[in-house]
Nanobody, 124 residues
Framework: QVQLVESGGGLVQAGGSLRLSCVAS????????MGWFRQAPGKEREIVAA????????YYGDSVKGRFTISGDKAKNTVYLQMNSLKPEDTAVYYC?????????????????WGQGTQVTVSS
């Protein structure tokens, strides 16, 4: 059974850090593409970061470049999103996504599997 389970969200002050985790089960970890998306109230879901395990390529949205880092631990079937220098505008529900694809996937429609989401709130 394919499942993605996120954790690590919470309330943090501006300038602080959080690390989100997403455990993927039911996949061969090295054969999937993964990404992190977020959705703020009243806004569309947007991509935050993505990674291709096959190539090692990564992608970051313009608003998080230099502050967020996507990484993973294949032994634990876990992908992480390290978020530093958080801003109030980073407040959103963050979703982990995966697809059985070797590439770097940047669009929401390209992902078949989604986690339940974890809330990140950054206070000013």
């Amino acid at each position: 059974q394919v499942q993605l389970v996120e954790s690590g969200g919470g309330l943090v002050q501006a300038g602080g850090s959080l690390r989100l985790s997403c455990v993927a089960s039911g996949f061969t970890f090295s054969r999937i593409a993964m990404g992190w998306f977020r959705q703020a109230p009243g806004k569309e879901r947007e991509i935050v970061a993505a990674i291709s395990w096959r190539s090692g390529s990564t992608y970051y949205g313009d608003s998080v470049k230099g502050r967020f880092t996507i990484s993973g631990d294949k032994a634990k079937n876990t992908v992480y999103l390290q978020m530093n220098s958080l801003k109030p505008e980073d407040t959103a529900v963050y979703y982990c996504a995966a697809d059985r694809d070797y590439g770097l996937l940047l669009k929401e429609v390209e992902y078949d599997y989604w986690g339940q989401g974890t809330q990140v709130t950054v206070s000013s």
